[in-house]
Nanobody, 116 residues
Framework: QVQLVESGGGLVQAGGSLRLSCAAS????????MGWYRQAPGKQRELVAV???????NYGDSAKGRLTISRDNVKNTVYLQMNSLKPEDTAVYYC??????????WGKGTLVTVSS
């Protein structure tokens, strides 16, 4: 059973920055993709950013230019650096891992609140 533990969420003013972390209980070589999704109140869960096992990245439209995904294979951790945050970035951010086979794994989420 893969476990994903997110951290780094919190309250920040508009224009500020946060870095989210997602620690996986498996080595980051054993996956297809890993990334972040978010869900704002009353809205569907949407892609923020994903990174493949080969290091290629894909970003949702809302993240481009402001958010950066990266990984540390030694620490089995994926990060999401979020800059120039806006109130509309307020959401629960979920870590996702797509294994080599089977269903995706999800973390419990970390809340990011951006005040205006």
């Amino acid at each position: 059973q893969v476990q994903l533990v997110e951290s780094g969420g919190g309250l920040v003013q508009a224009g500020g920055s946060l870095r989210l972390s997602c620690a996986a209980s498996i080595r980051l070589f054993n996956f297809n993709a890993m990334g972040w999704y978010r869900q704002a109140p009353g809205k569907q869960r949407e892609l923020v950013a994903v990174i493949s096992s080969r290091g290629s990245t894909n970003y949702g439209d809302s993240a481009k230019g402001r958010l950066t995904i990266s990984r540390d294979n030694v620490k089995n951790t994926v990060y999401l650096q979020m800059n120039s945050l806006k109130p509309e970035d307020t959401a629960v951010y979920y870590c996702m891992l797509e294994p080599l086979g089977g269903m995706n794994y999800w973390g419990k989420g970390t809340l990011v609140t951006v005040s205006s």
